[in-house]
C-alpha cells in the first residue's frame, strides 16, 4: 500500500490503474466515443449481461453538455473523467477492495470517515438499475457503488458489481485543492508543470459556447434520426453474412445508440427539447439499449453458447 | 428455557429500512417459532447499518407431541376410498387400525408428531425468514440467487442456556450459520465468537458498536445538545433526522462546527435544509438572534486527531453547498429586484401541470379569476386575492426550489418581502398549500383562503372534468387531500360558503379559458387559410342550429367581399367563436353533473372527517338530507346539534315517538292515498292528552321557527325535546286509528304536525335504530 500522498491528478489516476490492475482487473482504455458516463462503455453495459466473468478498469472520458459552465465552475465541466471498475460476478470482499484503493490514493480510513449511504442507481436511458451506495468521505461523496440488477431490461446473473469515481472531484479532496482548473495535472515539480486548467480551461469555454448556443440543432436531430434509424437496420440484418458465418452486430448496432444518447444530451443543452418530449427521447434511446442487450445475449461474448450448452 | 440470539451481518442496510426491519423480524421470528408449538417470554429486535438482532428469551426447549387420529372410511369401502386415505394421511396399510365405528368396523388412522427440539425449529424458520423477507427493495449479488437488501455475509444463530451455548446449524445459499460476528468496520474489524446475547452485546461494546438504535440516538442528542450549549447554541429538534443519522453509525462520535460568516444571511430554512438535505447536518440555532449559526456532524470514527480531518472535511462541503445555495438566493433575488415576483413566474408558461389541464400558467390564471370570486365570501378584497393568487406559485421558478422542492412556498414569502408586496400577499405564498396533511394548521388570513380555496377547488374540478377521479386506493393527484383541504379551510375558519356554487365557478373558469384558448388558435388559423375559414362556415350553415342567422350574416359579409381569399380577423374570430360555442355550450351544460358529483364527494369526505371526531354517519345523513347542504358550516353545525341531542336521555326517546308517529301517518296516508297534512283542530280533542299536546306543538313550533331562524339547532332542539313527555302520554292514552273517522283525520293531522315540526330540524327518518 502506498502510504505517501499523491502529488497530481494524473498521479491518482496511475495509482488507481495499478491498484486495480494488482486485483486482477483488466485495464482498459477509454472507450473511443463520446459518452455521457463511464457506464456507456460497452466493457460495462454490455458486458454486464450473460454469464461470463469479467474484471475491468478503465478511465472515462464523459461529457455532459448541461454542465458546461465556460471553464468557471470550481466544480462543474461538460467534460470530466470518471473511473470505472466492473467485476462479474461481484466478489464478497468489493467493498474491502473498494476501500483498499482509497488507501491506495492517499485516503487513510482510520482518520476520515467513510460512509455508505443509500443511493440506488437508474439509467433510464439504458433500462438498468441496481442498488448500492453513494460513498461519503467527510461528508462529500467520491463514488458511486453499484449492484447491477438489470441492464437493457435483462436481469443480471451473475451481478456485477460496479465502482464510479468522479475522478476530478475525488482527486480534487485528496489533493486539497478548491478550483478544478487549479489542480496540478502533473507533477508539479515536473520540469513544465501543468494544472488541469492549462489544459482544460479553453476547451471548457469552446464547447460551453458550442453546447449552448452554436450547435446547429437541425443537424443534430437528423443525426439523432440516422444513429436510430442505423441501429435498428444493423440489428434487423440477418445474422448470417455472405460467407455463411453467422455474425450478430451487437457492438456497431450499440455505437449508435451511445451515438444517439449523446445527441440527445446535446439536443436537451441547446435546450430545443421541451419537458414532455423529453421522456419520449429518453423512451427511444431505451428501446435501442435494450435491442442492442437482446442481440448481445445471442453473442459468444453475452454467454450464448454456454446458455445453449446448459 | 434457552434464549435464542440471531444476527444477519450484511453490507450496510440504508437507514430508512431499518425501523420496519426490526418489526419484521421479531414479528416474522417470534409468529414462526409459536405456530411451531413453542413458547417465548419476551422478544427484542435491533439494528445497526451492518446487521439485523433479535434476542428472544425463555424459549421452550422444545415443541409438545401431537397426537391425532382421524376416522377413515369403512373396511367396506371400496379401494380407492382406502387408497385416498392413505394418500392424506401419509400412511401404508399396515398402520392403519381396525375399530368398531357403530356401524361396523372402520379404518382408523392415528398420526403421531413428536416434539421437535427448538434449534430445529429456529432454523427452519429463520430460513424461511430470511428467504421471504419483506424488504421494500432487495437484489441479487455475485453469482447466487438469494435477495436481500444488501449482501448478506454472515448468519449468526445460537441457542443458549446455563448449560452453554449451541449454534444452530443452517445453510442458506452457502452462507453457514455460526457464533461469530464482527465489530465496527475500521475501529475493531476482527471476527470474535460469542456465547450469549449478553456476552454479544458487551463484545460489541468493546469493539465500538453500539447495537440499541435509541441508544444511539440518545447518544447523539445528549452529545449535540451539550457541544451546542457549550458554544451558546441550540440544536434545532429534527426526530426524523435523529431515526436516519443514527441509523447511518455504529459509533456515533458527535463533532460541531460553525457556520461561515458569509452565509449567516441566509434565511433560517435554506440553512437547515441544504444541511439536512444533502450532508445530513443538524442546525444549531442561536437563541438570541434566531439565527442558524453552526451544525453538528456526527461521524462514524473516533480519529487520533480527534476529528478535526473529520470535521475540516465536511466544512468544506458545507461551504461548497452553501456557496450554492447562496448563489441561487441572491440570483433570486435579482430577477425579483428585475423582473417583480410576477417576472419570475413567466416561466410556468413552459410548464406543464397535466397534459389536459395545461400549463402551471394556465392553472395560475384560473386560481387568479376564481380567488377573485371568491375573495368577498370569504372577507378578503378581491384585488389582493388576485394579486397573491398571481404571485403565490412564482417561487416554483426560482433556483432554490429547483434545488431544494421542499422549499416552495417558503420561499415565496420571502421573495414577495423583497419585492415590496403586502404582507397578506406574501404570507399567502406559504399559506395556500395549507392544511398540507390532516395535523397540518389552516389559515385564517382572508386572502390565504381565498387562494387556497380557489387552488384546491380549481384541481378538483378540473381533475373532475378529466374524469382522472381517485378510485380505491388510488388517488395519484391527492384529490381527497385537496377535499378535506377545503372541508377544513371552510369549518376551520366558519365560512358560509355555498360549496355548489364555488365549484360552479370554478368549471366556468375552466371553460372559458379552454374555449378561449381554442378560438385564438382558430382565428390564427382562419385568417391565415381562407379555405379554412370558409369550409368551417359551411359546416356551421349546414348545421340547424340557434346561430344560424348570425353565421348567414358572416357567410353574405364573406361573400359580398371581392377578395374571397381571406378573412379579416374579425370575421375570423367570429366564425371561430361560433364554431368553439357549440362545444362550449356542451360543457356549459354539463358543469351540473360535475357540481353534483363533486359535492357528493365533499359529502363522503365530510363524513370521513366527522366520523373521525365520533359523529355517526346517520346522523350526517339526516343532515345532508335538508336544503342548504352546500354550506359546509351549517352542514356540521347542524349535524352536531342532532349528534348532542341523541345523546340526552329526551333525545333518544322523542326519536322513537317521531318515528311511531310517521309510521302510523304513513300507513294510514298509504292505505287512505291522502296527504294528512293540515287543519288539526284542538275543538275534536277528546282526551286531555290530546289537548296537552296540542298546547306543547303550539309552543314548540313558536320557539323552534326563530331558532331555525337564528341558525341555533341547539335550542331548536331542546324545544323539540320538550315534545317528548306529551307525545309519549298521548300514545299512552289514545287510539289514532279509532271508528271516529272525524276524530281520527284529527289526530292523523295532529301526528302530521309533529312530523312537519320534527323534520324542520333535520330530517330524523334517516336516523337508524
Request: hydrophobic share 45%; glycine share 8%.
Given at each position: 500500500?502506498?502510504?505517501?500522498?499523491?502529488?497530481?491528478?494524473?498521479?491518482?489516476?496511475?495509482?488507481?490503474?495499478?491498484?486495480?490492475?494488482?486485483?486482477?482487473?483488466?485495464?482498459?482504455?477509454?472507450?473511443d466515443m463520446e459518452v455521457g458516463a463511464g457506464t456507456f462503455h460497452p466493457a460495462t453495459t454490455l458486458r454486464a449481461l450473460g454469464s461470463r466473468p469479467w474484471a475491468a478498469a478503465y478511465v472515462q472520458p464523459s461529457r455532459r453538455p448541461t454542465d458546461g459552465r465556460y471553464g468557471e465552475n470550481p466544480n462543474r465541466l461538460q467534460h470530466y473523467y470518471q473511473y470505472q471498475?466492473?467485476?462479474?460476478?461481484?466478489?464478497?470482499?468489493?467493498?474491502?477492495?473498494?476501500?483498499?484503493?482509497?488507501?491506495?490514493?492517499?485516503?487513510?480510513?482510520?482518520?476520515?470517515?467513510?460512509?455508505?449511504?443509500?443511493?440506488?442507481?437508474?439509467?433510464?436511458?439504458?433500462?438498468?438499475?441496481?442498488?448500492?451506495?453513494?460513498?461519503?468521505?467527510?461528508?462529500?461523496?467520491?463514488?458511486?457503488?453499484?449492484?447491477?440488477?438489470?441492464?437493457?431490461?435483462?436481469?443480471?446473473?451473475?451481478?456485477?458489481?460496479?465502482?464510479?469515481?468522479?475522478?476530478?472531484?475525488?482527486?480534487?479532496?485528496?489533493?486539497?485543492?478548491?478550483?478544478?482548473?487549479?489542480?496540478?495535472?502533473?507533477?508539479?515539480?515536473?520540469?513544465?508543470?501543468?494544472k488541469y486548467g492549462d489544459i482544460f480551461r479553453q476547451t471548457e469555454q469552446e464547447y460551453s459556447r458550442w453546447n449552448f448556443d452554436q450547435a446547429d440543432t437541425g443537424v443534430l436531430l437528423k443525426h439523432?434520426?440516422?444513429?436510430?434509424?442505423?441501429?435498428?437496420?444493423?440489428?434487423?440484418?440477418?445474422?448470417?453474412?455472405?460467407?455463411?458465418?453467422?455474425?450478430?452486430?451487437?457492438?456497431?448496432?450499440?455505437?449508435?445508440?451511445?451515438?444517439?444518447?449523446?445527441?440527445?444530451?446535446?439536443?436537451?443543452?441547446?435546450?430545443?427539447?421541451?419537458?414532455?418530449?423529453?421522456?419520449?427521447?429518453?423512451?427511444?434511446?431505451?428501446?435501442?439499449?435494450?435491442?442492442?442487450?437482446?442481440?448481445?445475449?445471442?453473442?459468444?461474448?453475452?454467454?450464448?453458447?454456454?446458455?445453449?450448452?446448459? | 428455557m434457552p434464549d435464542l440470539l440471531i444476527e444477519l451481518f450484511s453490507e450496510e442496510i440504508p437507514a430508512r429500512m431499518q425501523g420496519k426491519a426490526r418489526e419484521d423480524l421479531k414479528k416474522l421470528i417470534t409468529d414462526g417459532l409459536v405456530e411451531a408449538g413453542l413458547t417465548y417470554t419476551g422478544a427484542h429486535a435491533l439494528s445497526t447499518p451492518r446487521r439485523l438482532t433479535l434476542a428472544v428469551e425463555g424459549l421452550t426447549a422444545e415443541s409438545r407431541a401431537v397426537r391425532e387420529e382421524r376416522k377413515g372410511p369403512a373396511t367396506t369401502a371400496p379401494e380407492q376410498a382406502v387408497q385416498g386415505f392413505l394418500r392424506s394421511t401419509g400412511l401404508?396399510?399396515?398402520?392403519?387400525?381396525?375399530?368398531?365405528?357403530?356401524?361396523?368396523?372402520?379404518?382408523?388412522?392415528?398420526?403421531?408428531?413428536?416434539?421437535?427440539?427448538?434449534?430445529?425449529?429456529?432454523?427452519?424458520?429463520?430460513?424461511?425468514?430470511?428467504?421471504?423477507?419483506?424488504?421494500?427493495?432487495?437484489?441479487?449479488?455475485?453469482?447466487?440467487?438469494?435477495?436481500?437488501?444488501?449482501?448478506?455475509?454472515?448468519?449468526?444463530c445460537l441457542l443458549s442456556d446455563e448449560g452453554g451455548a449451541e449454534v444452530v446449524a443452517l445453510d442458506i445459499d452457502g452462507i453457514a450459520s455460526g457464533n461469530t460476528t464482527r465489530g465496527h468496520r475500521f475501529l475493531a474489524p476482527e471476527a470474535f465468537s460469542v456465547t450469549s446475547f449478553e456476552d454479544y452485546a458487551a463484545k460489541l461494546k468493546l469493539a465500538k458498536v453500539m447495537l440499541d438504535p435509541d441508544e444511539r440516538a440518545e447518544h447523539i442528542w445528549h452529545d449535540a445538545t451539550n457541544a451546542a450549549f457549550a458554544a451558546?447554541?441550540?440544536?434545532?429538534?429534527?426526530?426524523?433526522?435523529?431515526?436516519?443519522?443514527?441509523?447511518?453509525?455504529?459509533?456515533?462520535?458527535?463533532?460541531?462546527?460553525?457556520?461561515?460568516?458569509?452565509?449567516?444571511?441566509?434565511?433560517?430554512?435554506?440553512?437547515?435544509?441544504?444541511?439536512?438535505?444533502?450532508?445530513?447536518?443538524?442546525?444549531?440555532?442561536?437563541?438570541?438572534?434566531?439565527?442558524?449559526?453552526?451544525?453538528?456532524?456526527?461521524?462514524?470514527?473516533e480519529p487520533a486527531d480527534h476529528g478535526a480531518t473529520i470535521l475540516a472535511g465536511n466544512q468544506k462541503v458545507l461551504s461548497a453547498r452553501l456557496s450554492d445555495a447562496k448563489f441561487f438566493w441572491e440570483n433570486d433575488l435579482r430577477t425579483v429586484?428585475?423582473?417583480?415576483?410576477?417576472?419570475?413566474?413567466?416561466?410556468?408558461?413552459?410548464?406543464?401541470?397535466?397534459?389536459?389541464?395545461?400549463?402551471?400558467?394556465?392553472?395560475?390564471?384560473?386560481?387568479?379569476?376564481?380567488?377573485?370570486?371568491?375573495?368577498?365570501?370569504?372577507?378578503?378584497?378581491?384585488?389582493?386575492?388576485?394579486?397573491?393568487?398571481r404571485v403565490a406559485k412564482a417561487d416554483l421558478q426560482s433556483a432554490m426550489v429547483g434545488e431544494f422542492p421542499e422549499l416552495q412556498g417558503t420561499m415565496g414569502v420571502y421573495y414577495a418581502k423583497a419585492a415590496g408586496l403586502p404582507d397578506a400577499v406574501a404570507n399567502a405564498c406559504k399559506e395556500h398549500y395549507q392544511p398540507l396533511g390532516p395535523s397540518d394548521a389552516v389559515p385564517s388570513d382572508p386572502v390565504s383562503i381565498a387562494v387556497a380555496l380557489a387552488d384546491k377547488i380549481d384541481t378538483l374540478t378540473g381533475f373532475w372534468a378529466i374524469d382522472e377521479k381517485p378510485t380505491g386506493s388510488k388517488d395519484p393527484f391527492a384529490l381527497r387531500r385537496a377535499a378535506l383541504g377545503v372541508i377544513r379551510l371552510v369549518l376551520g375558519n366558519e365560512l358560509r360558503l355555498d360549496l355548489g356554487r364555488v365549484i360552479h365557478a370554478s368549471r366556468d373558469v375552466e371553460i372559458e379559458?379552454?374555449?378561449?384558448?381554442?378560438?385564438?388558435?382558430?382565428?390564427?388559423?382562419?385568417?391565415?387559410?381562407?379555405?379554412?375559414?370558409?369550409?368551417?362556415?359551411?359546416?356551421?350553415?349546414?348545421?340547424?342550429?340557434?346561430?344560424?342567422?348570425?353565421i348567414n350574416q358572416i357567410w353574405e359579409a364573406l361573400e359580398d367581399a371581392e377578395d374571397q381569399t381571406r378573412v379579416t380577423r374579425e370575421q375570423a374570430e367570429q366564425i371561430a367563436a361560433a364554431y368553439a360555442g357549440r362545444g362550449m355550450q356542451?360543457?356549459?351544460?354539463?358543469?351540473?353533473?360535475?357540481?353534483?358529483?363533486?359535492?357528493?364527494?365533499?359529502?363522503?369526505?365530510?363524513?370521513?372527517?366527522?366520523?373521525?371526531?365520533?359523529?355517526?354517519?346517520?346522523?350526517?345523513?339526516?343532515?345532508?338530507?335538508?336544503?342548504?347542504?352546500?354550506?359546509?358550516?351549517?352542514?356540521?353545525?347542524?349535524?352536531?346539534?342532532?349528534?348532542?341531542?341523541?345523546?340526552?336521555?329526551?333525545?333518544?326517546?322523542?326519536?322513537?315517538?317521531?318515528?311511531?308517529?310517521?309510521?302510523?301517518?304513513?300507513?294510514?296516508?298509504?292505505?287512505?292515498?291522502?296527504?294528512?297534512?293540515?287543519?288539526?283542530?284542538?275543538?275534536?280533542?277528546?282526551?286531555?292528552?290530546?289537548?296537552?299536546?296540542?298546547?306543547?306543538?303550539?309552543?314548540?313550533?313558536?320557539?323552534?321557527?326563530?331558532?331555525?331562524?337564528?341558525?341555533?339547532?341547539?335550542?331548536?332542539?331542546?324545544?323539540?325535546?320538550?315534545?317528548?313527555?306529551?307525545?309519549?302520554?298521548?300514545?299512552?292514552?289514545?287510539q289514532v286509528n279509532t271508528d271516529n273517522e272525524i276524530v281520527r283525520r284529527n289526530r292523523l293531522n295532529l301526528l302530521s304536525r309533529i312530523r312537519t315540526i320534527c323534520l324542520s330540524v333535520a330530517d330524523l327518518t334517516k336516523l337508524e335504530g
Open positions: 500500500m502506498t502510504t505517501t500522498a499523491p502529488r497530481s491528478f494524473q498521479e491518482i489516476i496511475l495509482r488507481l490503474q495499478t491498484y486495480w490492475a494488482s486485483k486482477g482487473c483488466a485495464v482498459l482504455q477509454p472507450y471498475v466492473i467485476i462479474k460476478p461481484s466478489p464478497p470482499d468489493l467493498q474491502a477492495l473498494y476501500l483498499g484503493s482509497l488507501a491506495a490514493i492517499g485516503v487513510d480510513a482510520s482518520v476520515h470517515d467513510i460512509r455508505f449511504v443509500e443511493d440506488d442507481w437508474e439509467s433510464p436511458t439504458l433500462g438498468a438499475w441496481g442498488l448500492g451506495w453513494e460513498v461519503w468521505c467527510d461528508g462529500m461523496e467520491v463514488s458511486q457503488f453499484t449492484y447491477f440488477q438489470q441492464v437493457g431490461g435483462h436481469d443480471c446473473h451473475p451481478v456485477s458489481g460496479e465502482l464510479t469515481y468522479g475522478l476530478e472531484r475525488l482527486a480534487m479532496y485528496v489533493l486539497g485543492v478548491d478550483h478544478v482548473m487549479d489542480m496540478p495535472f502533473n507533477d508539479p515539480d515536473a520540469p513544465i508543470p501543468l439523432f434520426e440516422d444513429a436510430e434509424a442505423e441501429c435498428e437496420r444493423i440489428l434487423a440484418a440477418d445474422e448470417t453474412d455472405g460467407a455463411g458465418r453467422r455474425i450478430v452486430m451487437a457492438h456497431p448496432a450499440y455505437d449508435q445508440c451511445i451515438k444517439a444518447s449523446h445527441l440527445f444530451n446535446l439536443l436537451d443543452a441547446r435546450g430545443v427539447i421541451s419537458v414532455t418530449e423529453r421522456q419520449a427521447y429518453i423512451g427511444r434511446v431505451r428501446a435501442l439499449a435494450k435491442k442492442c442487450a437482446d442481440a448481445f445475449v445471442t453473442t459468444e461474448a453475452g454467454g450464448a453458447s454456454e446458455g445453449r450448452a446448459a | 401404508t396399510m399396515d398402520q392403519l387400525e381396525i375399530r368398531d365405528a357403530g356401524k361396523g368396523q372402520a379404518y382408523f388412522a392415528v398420526i403421531e408428531k413428536p416434539g421437535r427440539k427448538a434449534a430445529e425449529i429456529a432454523a427452519g424458520v429463520l430460513e424461511a425468514t430470511i428467504r421471504n423477507f419483506p424488504w421494500p427493495k432487495s437484489m441479487r449479488w455475485g453469482a447466487g440467487s438469494l435477495r436481500w437488501v444488501r449482501p448478506l455475509h454472515s448468519i449468526l451558546g447554541l441550540e440544536v434545532v429538534e429534527d426526530k426524523g433526522l435523529l431515526t436516519e443519522v443514527a441509523g447511518l453509525v455504529e459509533w456515533p462520535v458527535v463533532l460541531m462546527g460553525r457556520i461561515g460568516e458569509d452565509f449567516l444571511g441566509l434565511p433560517p430554512e435554506v440553512l437547515q435544509t441544504s444541511m439536512k438535505e444533502h450532508q445530513k447536518f443538524f442546525s444549531c440555532r442561536n437563541a438570541k438572534t434566531g439565527r442558524i449559526e453552526g451544525f453538528v456532524t456526527v461521524a462514524n470514527n429586484a428585475q423582473t417583480g415576483l410576477e417576472g419570475m413566474a413567466d416561466g410556468l408558461a413552459n410548464v406543464t401541470f397535466h397534459n389536459k389541464l395545461g400549463s402551471q400558467r394556465d392553472r395560475i390564471d384560473r386560481i387568479e379569476a376564481l380567488a377573485r370570486e371568491i375573495a368577498p365570501l370569504v372577507g378578503a378584497k378581491p384585488d389582493l386575492a388576485a394579486e397573491a393568487a379559458q379552454q374555449y378561449g384558448k381554442s378560438i385564438k388558435s382558430l382565428t390564427e388559423q382562419f385568417v391565415h387559410d381562407y379555405s379554412e375559414a370558409a369550409q368551417t362556415l359551411a359546416e356551421l350553415r349546414a348545421l340547424e342550429g340557434g346561430d344560424v342567422y348570425h356542451v360543457d356549459t351544460q354539463g358543469v351540473w353533473i360535475i357540481r353534483d358529483d363533486l359535492l357528493a364527494f365533499f359529502h363522503d369526505r365530510l363524513k370521513v372527517h366527522l366520523r373521525d371526531e365520533g359523529i355517526r354517519h346517520d346522523v350526517i345523513d339526516a343532515c345532508l338530507a335538508m336544503p342548504g347542504n352546500d354550506d359546509l358550516t351549517l352542514l356540521v353545525k347542524r349535524a352536531e346539534a342532532l349528534s348532542a341531542f341523541l345523546k340526552t336521555d329526551d333525545g333518544g326517546n322523542l326519536i322513537q315517538g317521531f318515528k311511531r308517529s310517521n309510521n302510523i301517518l304513513s300507513q294510514a296516508e298509504e292505505k287512505d292515498g291522502v296527504e294528512y297534512s293540515f287543519g288539526a283542530d284542538p275543538k275534536f280533542a277528546e282526551d286531555a292528552s290530546e289537548r296537552t299536546l296540542f298546547a306543547a306543538l303550539d309552543t314548540a313550533e313558536a320557539a323552534i321557527a326563530p331558532a331555525m331562524k337564528d341558525e341555533d339547532f341547539g335550542a331548536a332542539m331542546s324545544a323539540m325535546a320538550s315534545l317528548r313527555a306529551p307525545i309519549d302520554a298521548f300514545f299512552e292514552a289514545v
